[in-house]
């Protein structure tokens, strides 16, 4: 796995900008799809996948100034569906506990970005 210690600076400023960018947009499009009374998981997917491409590319050339590759590609769509997983599985919980579901991305956020980061870190640098 990623060693914590080696991020540097710049890069965690970048996926912070990358990230920031692609969490509102996701969650811009959630919130409209909620006030339409689109269904909470429904609305959260669409977002999530509306927001992936510019995550993506956003990713490869900003935050990690890599190439877009195959190889990067699929690790960064794997990646993505593990960051899924884990904030469906969060939003629906932190729903579950009563807390709006308008505001339930956001403590689903906090947890899911930090570990989605490590993975896509390793993605672009360790995969060839």
Same mark, same amino acid.
């Given at each position: 796995?990623?060693? %914590?210690?080696?991020?540097?600076?710049?890069?965690?400023?970048?996926? %912070?900008? #990358? =990230?920031?960018?692609?969490? +509102?947009?996701?969650? =811009?499009?959630?919130?409209?799809?909620?006030?339409? $009374? @689109? !269904?909470? $998981?429904?609305?959260?997917?669409?977002?999530?996948?509306?927001?992936?491409?510019?995550?993506?590319?956003?990713? +490869?050339?900003? #935050?990690?100034?890599?190439?877009? #590759?195959?190889? !990067?590609?699929? =690790?960064? &769509? &794997? *990646?993505?569906?593990?960051?899924?997983?884990?904030?469906? /599985?969060?939003?629906?919980?932190?729903?579950?506990?009563?807390?709006?579901?308008?505001? *339930?991305?956001?403590?689903?956020?906090? &947890? /899911? %970005?930090?570990?989605?980061? &490590? %993975?896509?870190?390793?993605?672009? !640098?360790? @995969?060839?």
């Amino acid at each position: 796995m990623a060693n %914590i210690r080696s991020f540097t600076q710049s890069e965690v400023f970048r996926f %912070i900008i #990358t =990230g920031g960018l692609a969490t +509102a947009l996701h969650y =811009g499009i959630y919130f409209v799809l909620l006030l339409l $009374s @689109v !269904n909470m $998981s429904l609305a959260f997917a669409v977002g999530y996948f509306l927001s992936f491409v510019f995550n993506y590319l956003m990713s +490869a050339y900003f #935050t990690f100034k890599k190439k877009t #590759t195959k190889r !990067n590609g699929m =690790g960064f &769509i &794997i *990646a993505h569906c593990i960051n899924f997983m884990l904030q469906v /599985s969060l939003l629906n919980f932190f729903a579950w506990l009563g807390i709006h579901k308008a505001l *339930a991305p956001i403590p689903a956020y906090a &947890i /899911s %970005i930090p570990v989605n980061f &490590i %993975i896509v870190r390793f993605v672009f !640098n360790k @995969v060839k």
